[in-house]
């Protein structure tokens, strides 16, 4: 029986704050994994760089290319799939602010259903794009009381997977939309964390 630490690949488009917080917790050993793969859709994202200070592999890929070169957003994703799951084979694949929208292609590719996405609001509420703030404006118009962060598994619907785990976060009166960006990046690090070691825990049992 092997005692090799189950393996992450995290997809990102951005600054990789969420990243970090995944990084952080498997040197702490909070997260029990190895993350063998850092991807982006954006070869400018600060996320690469702290993926590098981390010793992580990474690799890009450009819709933008292939789109020049005439091929579609399917066959983009295709080939993300095939390199992740051939190359790195991960017990699990985590968004963290990858800033686009799988197609069952892509996810045809992960017949375990090993897919996690971080998505800033409670479930059914905010799907897709600007979530926090659209939750900012629905507050200021009276129609909720608070928002929220979750991390579900991956399924062809916009953020519509099955919950992993959810938190609630409060909307203060006087918060500006940076205030409440900041309280819900700060619980969006603890469930990314969290949410990734329970689902693995889930799969491996399943294995």
Sequence with gaps: MSNALPTIAVLISGSGSNLQALIDATGSGQLKAKIVLVGSNRKNAYGLERAAKAGIPTRTWSLKQYK?????????????????????????????????????????????????NLHPALPGQFD???????AYEAFGKGQ????????????????????????????????????????????????????????????????
């Design 68 to 116: 020049d070169a005439g091929k579609t957003r399917v066959d983009f994703d295709i080939d993300v799939a095939r390199t992740i799951q051939e190359e790195y084979k991960p017990d699990l694949v985590v968004l963290a602010g990858f800033m686009h929208i799988l197609s069952p292609e892509f996810l045809s590719f992960f017949p375990r259903c090993n897919v996690m």
């Design 128 to 134: 897709g794009a600007h979530a926090i703030e659209r």
């Design 144 to 207: 909720i009381s608070h928002t929220g962060v979750m991390v579900h598994k991956v399924i062809a619907d916009v953020d519509r997977g099955e919950v992993i785990l959810q938190r609630q976060v409060p909307i203060e009166k006087s918060d500006s939309l940076a205030d409440l960006e900041e309280r819900i990046h700060s619980v969006e690090h603890q469930i990314i964390v969290e949410g990734a070691q329970k689902f693995l825990d889930e799969l491996l049992s399943n294995k």
